[in-house]
């Protein structure tokens, strides 16, 4: 059983869509580059019109990533826990994440770089506190270790606490000790790196 296009308006509120009528009646909504190729008294079957729908889901899909990748670099399993949280079908997120891996959109290690890179401009953290976030987001586990690689966990260690040092000079060293260790510790560094670097601030502080 086919339905014939008996309208075919642009939207008031998004110029970039179109609103399909069939037989007289609002069927769906299509992407405008998708209705140019539509007429008025074009017959459409089932199965056409689930083709186009299901182009115009992928598409919606893949701008609505886009617009989530323009704030800031995510990770795969960031964008595609996103897109079904925005309703979309398994079957157009898969198609849309697809698409976006191809056009290098979406690429984990290169998101990997960029979250270490942020966090050493802004919060430095050791290999332990980058490792578990990276996990969070979905990076897999050779990605992380191959990105950890580029690692300095000292210099990063030091960049973490130099500015804390002014606000504990006062205390004594068990104290002062006290404060660095578990605060290099819940940034993720390894034991030996937070000794050096609470040796190393006790002495700066101290100088």
């Known amino acids: 059983m086919t339905k014939t296009i008996t309208a075919l308006s642009v939207q008031k509120r998004n110029k970039e869509?179109?609103?399909?009528f069939l037989d007289g009646d609002y069927a769906f909504s299509l992407s405008l580059n998708a209705a140019l190729a539509l007429k008025r008294g074009q017959e459409l079957s089932?199965?056409?019109?689930?083709?186009?729908?299901?182009?115009?889901?992928?598409?919606?899909?893949?701008?609505?990533?886009?617009?989530?990748?323009?704030?800031?670099?995510?990770?795969?399993?960031?964008?595609?826990?996103?897109?079904?949280?925005?309703?979309?079908?398994?079957?157009?997120?898969?198609?849309?994440?697809?698409?976006?891996?191809?056009?290098?959109?979406?690429?984990?290690?290169?998101?990997?770089?960029?979250?270490?890179?942020?966090?050493?401009?802004?919060?430095?953290?050791?290999?332990?506190?980058?490792?578990h976030e990276l996990r969070q987001k979905g990076v897999e586990r050779e990605i992380i270790e191959e990105v950890l690689t580029e690692l300095d966990e000292e210099t990063s260690a030091w960049a973490a606490i130099e500015g804390k040092i002014h606000r504990w000079r006062g205390l004594d060293q068990a104290a002062f000790r006290k404060k660095a260790m578990g605060f290099l510790s819940r940034r993720g560094f390894d034991y030996d790196t937070v000794r050096k670097t609470c040796d190393r601030a006790w002495e700066a502080m101290d100088s």
Do not use: C, T
């Not at 869509?17 to 399909?20: G, I, L, P, T």
């Not at 919060?123 to 490792?131: D, K």
């Open 17 to 20: 869509r179109v609103s399909v």
């Open 46 to 131: 089932q199965a056409e019109i689930e083709q186009l729908q299901g182009e115009d889901d992928v598409l919606r899909a893949y701008q609505n990533a886009l617009r989530l990748l323009g704030y800031r670099p995510r990770s795969r399993l960031e964008v595609e826990r996103h897109l079904h949280q925005k309703g979309y079908e398994a079957e157009a997120i898969e198609a849309a994440m697809a698409r976006l891996v191809a056009n290098r959109y979406i690429d984990d290690e290169a998101f990997a770089r960029s979250w270490l890179n942020h966090r050493e401009r802004l919060r430095p953290r050791g290999a332990r506190g980058l490792s």
